[in-house]
């Protein structure tokens, strides 16, 4: 059976307690901003939200209670009043995007646009109470589109919610953000929080998955659930670095072996040049920065299309002749 934890973020108490008050009487601001790092909760967080203005609970403090109809259905991912939009991470060839985007269309109805653009779903009567559109990495709205979705955001019909998602007011359009109520989401404490509402435990590659020492349980829900690609590219990064303590031949060999571990098709996040970035951490500070460059340098190569192994190799040297 699904459990509230399931869907509650962990460690996130002190939002969901902000936007009970702010719901408690049944109605509350329209428009909102969960603000703060990736991977704590705030998708979560906004799925919550739409359980609790949904929920059919008679008693108002049990609210949400997971039982009702509405509640099963969003635990199941189904839910007819929830919608949520992101940027394309992908190009219609299928390359990923450089700078991924919320275009206009994704907001408004356009012709050749999105089938199902945000505005007119909200502006259609809830089969609940409300209807709670969520605007994940709302700072990648384009100009056009976050123009084009002002008169929206300060007013949205009345029974509609707007869940924008960024890191903060700052990473948004001041027309934008003046617009927004802001909630904040925090770093949480995985590793106290370990085996409770739904975090795994931390074994030993998780123990120094990078979500740890970042406070990000969703990077590490996701990390235990693919646990053999997370495994792999940790292997990858450090068999790189392993590689540039030996000879030249040692070095380009083991570029290569890391080039086709960053191009292949893999469910690990991190990959593995975010994995070596996190077992570059143990290098002096001098090392540890001209070696963050050097890793920069290589993800924004192979984000322009160079030929990965070439990329993989230059990045070999330039660790190798840093500080080990």
């Known amino acids: 059976m699904t459990t ?48 609790l203005v949904n929920c059919q609970a008679a008693d108002v403090a049990a609210r949400p209670c997971f039982e009702c109809e509405s509640c099963r259905l969003l635990l199941a991912g189904a839910h007819p009043d ?9 190009t219609e060839s299928g390359r990923l995007k450089r700078d991924p985007e919320i275009r206009i269309d994704q907001l408004v109805t ?23 559109g969520v605007i994940d990495q709302a700072h990648t709205m384009n100009l056009p589109a976050a123009n084009s979705f002002l008169k929206v955001l300060e007013e949205p019909p009345p029974w509609a919610i707007i869940v924008l998602i960024a890191p903060g007011p700052d990473a948004l359009l001041p027309t934008v953000a003046s617009r927004s109520v802001t909630v904040r989401f925090g770093a949480v404490d995985v590793e106290a929080l ?23 349980p969703g990077a590490l829900v996701r990390a235990n659930a693919e646990a ?32 086709k571990a960053v191009t292949a098709d893999s469910a690990a996040q991190p990959g593995p040049l975010g994995w070596l970035r996190e077992l570059l951490r143990q290098r002096g ?16 190569a192979l984000a322009a299309y160079a030929q990965a192994p070439l990329a993989c190799a230059v990045l070999a040297l330039e660790l190798r002749g840093g500080e080990s």
């Open 285 to 300: 500070l001098v090392g540890y920065a001209a070696a963050l460059d050097a890793v920069d340098a290589c993800e924004q």
């Open 82 to 90: 929830l919608k949520e939009v992101a940027p394309a991470l992908a």
């Open 228 to 259: 053999d690609a997370t495994a792999a590219a940790k292997a990858a990064a450090e068999d790189l670095l392993d590689a540039v303590n030996g000879n030249l031949l040692d070095a380009l060999l083991g570029a290569e072996a890391f080039a």
């Open 110 to 132: 356009r012709e050749r646009g999105d089938s199902e653009p945000l505005g007119p779903w909200l502006r259609t009567r809830p089969r609940y109470r409300a209807r709670v």
């Open 4 to 51: 509230v934890r399931q869907l509650a973020p962990v460690g996130q108490d002190a939002a969901l307690d902000a936007l009970r008050r702010m719901w408690s009487g049944g109605s509350g601001p329209r428009t909102l901003l969960f603000m703060g790092p990736d991977e704590v909760g705030r998708r979560l967080g906004a799925s919550w939200l739409c359980a």
């Open 194 to 216: 370990q085996g409770r509402g739904g975090l795994p435990q931390l074994t030993p590659v998780l123990a120094g998955h990078p979500a740890v020492r970042l406070g990000q």
